[in-house]
Structure formats: C-alpha cells, structure tokens
C-alpha cells in the first residue's frame, strides 16, 4: 500500500519521483525493463540527440560533460541510472503492469508478480509504446527483410542490397543517413522535409528557442499551435547534403505493396531487401480498466495530465503542456506541476 505509486521508470517517472523524494509521501516507480536506461539503451548504436546536454537534463542534476556538446543515447542512459542512485530513487525493475483498476478510494495495480494498492497512481509510460508498421506490410515476402526503427540497431542488421526507410522524423533521417554509407537508400515522406541547423551563432538552436520564448509555448498558445500543426523539422544538415548528392533518394508517401514491389503516390515503385520501419508509435491503454478515462477516438482525457479520474494522473504525452513535455527538457517541468496537484489533493 503507497500514496503514490508510478509506473514507467523513464524520464518521466524519474522526474516525477525527484518531486516525491522531498515530501512524507510514501511511493513506489514500476518499470518493466532489467536495468535503470534501457529505454534509452536498447535504441539504434548511432544515436545522438539533437538536443545539447544543457537541455538533455532532469531537474536537480546536470548532465556531465561540454553543455554545448550533443549527447549520445548511452550517455543519457547512463545519466538516468545515475539519476536513481543520486537521489535514492525507490524503483522496481522487471514488473510488467497488467492491470490498473479502481474500487472506491484506492488504485489497484496488477503485476505479473503482484497486487500493489495505491491512493493515487502517475501513468508515466511515455509517447513511444507500440511500434506502428501499416498493414499492408505483410504482404512482403520474408525475404524481405522489415524491422521498425525501434528495433534497429545498426546496418549489420540487414541483408544486402537496397533499402527503403519510411518515415521522414530525426529518427528515420539518421537512420538514412548511417545506412547510406553502405547501402542504396531510399526515404520515404508523406511531407515536405524542413530542416533546422542545429547551431546558429554558435549556439545551440534550443538556446534560441528558450530565449525567443518558443520553447515555453503552451499547447493553447497561438505559436504552441502553429508548432502543433506542423510536422516536426529536422535537426541538422546532413540528411540535406545526402539528399543533394543522391546518396539518399526521396519518395513521396508508401502507398501500397504488389509482389514484393513497393508503390509511391506518384505511382513510382521499387524494389528493396531492407525496409525500416520509421512510422511512429501508437498508444496502448488496453490495461487501464477504467471507465471515462479516454475519448471516443481513444485520446486520454486530461488537463495538463489531470485526468478526471480523481487521483490518476499522466506524465510525458507529447504535448501534455508543451513541446517539450515528452523531451528530457521538459517533463521535470510537468512532474512539478502534478506534484503539487497531488499535495493539493491530499494523497
């Protein structure tokens, strides 16, 4: 039995465990992976982040190391079991949470191992829970070889020849890049690429965006909509020049599959032995049995992460109040915010 009990053991839950270290709540984070980072730790070798490490940072530690230097993604896993032992962070590894039901006043949460009780319960699961791969993959013979980008590691992965990556985010851009150098690469984008230098002036271009206002922009600000409402930039120039030399080739949207022959909008095809999956995620809260937690279209119901579930509350969802509330620069801010919510209600 906990005050608090918080299940996700990422940037999120860690953030909102710092907050909770400093009261008499009593809490637990749940986290199904085998070691502290393994989020961070399990994604693709080459991995650096666009953010530099004065804004790749939890609340009460800084990342070590030149702050205007680019992190890579050991780097902040290592910053994160770090992060636990700093503060003696109490964390439950290898539970995978089955279940989260109500009844009455107290939160019932189902493991695999356990039943654990709780007065209040922070979701802190994050944006990236199931790997989305459109339908009409499987009709790809298994010679073809697919992986989403969550389960890239590195071009030993692949079978020779060509390769097509489908997703125009930083993530399937670096992965176009690194795979370029050794493979033909294609990139496949619903959207025109715009891209963004990743220093101006010689700093950082989040430097500029903390200064100019831009990055504290609510969700209900004219300039947090009109972020909202486009696709996310690309950071860096180097899917650009790979672009301009032909070393990666663009395609218009993934349309449709015939015969191992993969179809554009334009109705251009090609054929390849690799696809790279960089397509998203999709959120999974099947697990929550809970009534008048979602909308009709399955979006949590919520304010700021304040459902209307007295005592349920959610952490890191893109956009949860801005646009760096599922980023490792914005979520201490979120988990403050709930913290005090949760004093307020007396937990």
């Given at each position: 039995m906990?005050?608090?009990?918080?299940i996700?053991?990422g940037?999120a839950?860690l953030s909102?465990?710092?907050h909770?270290k400093?009261s008499?709540l009593s809490?637990l984070?749940?986290?199904n992976?085998?070691?502290?980072?393994?989020v961070?730790?399990?994604?693709y070798d080459?991995?650096?982040?666009?953010?530099?490490r004065?804004?790749?940072?939890?609340?009460?530690?800084?990342l070590?190391g030149d702050?205007?230097?680019?992190?890579?993604?050991?780097?902040?896993?290592d910053?994160?079991?770090?992060?636990?032992?700093?503060?003696?962070?109490?964390?439950?590894?290898n539970?995978i949470?089955k279940?989260?039901s109500k009844?009455?006043?107290?939160?019932?949460?189902?493991?695999?191992?356990?039943?654990i009780?709780?007065?209040t319960v922070?979701?802190?699961t994050?944006?990236?829970?199931?790997?989305?791969?459109?339908s009409f993959?499987n009709?790809?013979?298994?010679?073809?070889?697919?992986?989403h980008s969550s389960?890239?590691?590195?071009p030993?992965?692949?079978?020779?020849?060509?390769?097509l990556v489908?997703?125009?985010?930083?993530?399937?851009?670096?992965?176009?890049?690194?795979?370029?150098?050794?493979?033909e690469?294609?990139?496949?984008v619903g959207q025109?690429?715009?891209f963004?230098?990743?220093?101006?002036?010689n700093?950082s271009?989040?430097w500029?965006f903390?200064?100019s206002g831009?990055?504290?922009a609510?969700?209900h600000?004219f300039i947090?909509?009109?972020i909202?409402?486009?696709?996310?930039?690309?950071?860096?120039?180097?899917l650009?020049?790979?672009i301009?030399?032909r070393?990666?080739?663009?395609?218009?949207?993934?349309a449709d599959?015939k015969?191992?022959e993969?179809?554009?909008e334009?109705a251009s095809?090609?054929?390849?032995?690799?696809?790279i999956?960089?397509t998203g995620?999709?959120?999974d809260?099947?697990?929550?049995?809970?009534?008048?937690?979602?909308?009709?279209?399955?979006?949590?119901?919520?304010?700021?992460?304040?459902?209307?579930?007295?005592?349920?509350?959610?952490?890191?969802?893109?956009?949860q109040?801005?646009?760096g509330?599922?980023?490792?620069?914005?979520v201490?801010?979120?988990a403050?915010?709930?913290?005090?919510r949760?004093?307020?209600?007396?937990?």
């Amino acid at each position: 039995m906990y005050d608090v009990v918080i299940i996700g053991g990422g940037q999120a839950g860690l953030s909102m465990g710092y907050h909770l270290k400093g009261s008499s709540l009593s809490y637990l984070i749940l986290d199904n992976n085998k070691r502290i980072g393994d989020v961070w730790r399990n994604r693709y070798d080459s991995l650096v982040l666009f953010t530099p490490r004065s804004y790749s940072c939890l609340p009460g530690l800084p990342l070590e190391g030149d702050k205007s230097a680019f992190p890579t993604k050991n780097e902040i896993a290592d910053y994160l079991e770090l992060y636990v032992k700093t503060f003696e962070l109490p964390i439950q590894l290898n539970t995978i949470v089955k279940r989260v039901s109500k009844e009455k006043n107290l939160f019932k949460i189902e493991t695999h191992q356990s039943i654990i009780q709780a007065k209040t319960v922070v979701i802190a699961t994050g944006a990236f829970q199931t790997p989305y791969i459109p339908s009409f993959s499987n009709q790809l013979s298994p010679n073809i070889l697919q992986l989403h980008s969550s389960n890239y590691r590195s071009p030993s992965q692949l079978n020779e020849g060509a390769v097509l990556v489908v997703g125009g985010g930083n993530s399937g851009s670096q992965i176009a890049v690194e795979l370029s150098k050794n493979h033909e690469t294609f990139l496949s984008v619903g959207q025109k690429i715009r891209f963004l230098p990743m220093l101006v002036a010689n700093r950082s271009i989040f430097w500029w965006f903390d200064k100019s206002g831009i990055l504290n922009a609510n969700r209900h600000s004219f300039i947090g909509g009109k972020i909202q409402n486009n696709p996310d930039p690309i950071f860096g120039y180097e899917l650009k020049g790979k672009i301009q030399n032909r070393e990666v080739k663009m395609k218009g949207r993934t349309a449709d599959i015939k015969n191992d022959e993969i179809y554009f909008e334009d109705a251009s095809s090609i054929r390849v032995k690799n696809i790279i999956w960089s397509t998203g995620f999709s959120s999974d809260f099947t697990w929550i049995d809970i009534k008048n937690l979602l909308d009709s279209k399955g979006r949590i119901i919520h304010d700021r992460g304040v459902t209307n579930i007295e005592g349920l509350y959610f952490l890191g969802l893109p956009w949860q109040h801005r646009r760096g509330s599922a980023l490792l620069l914005g979520v201490g801010e979120d988990a403050e915010y709930l913290y005090d919510r949760i004093l307020m209600n007396g937990s």
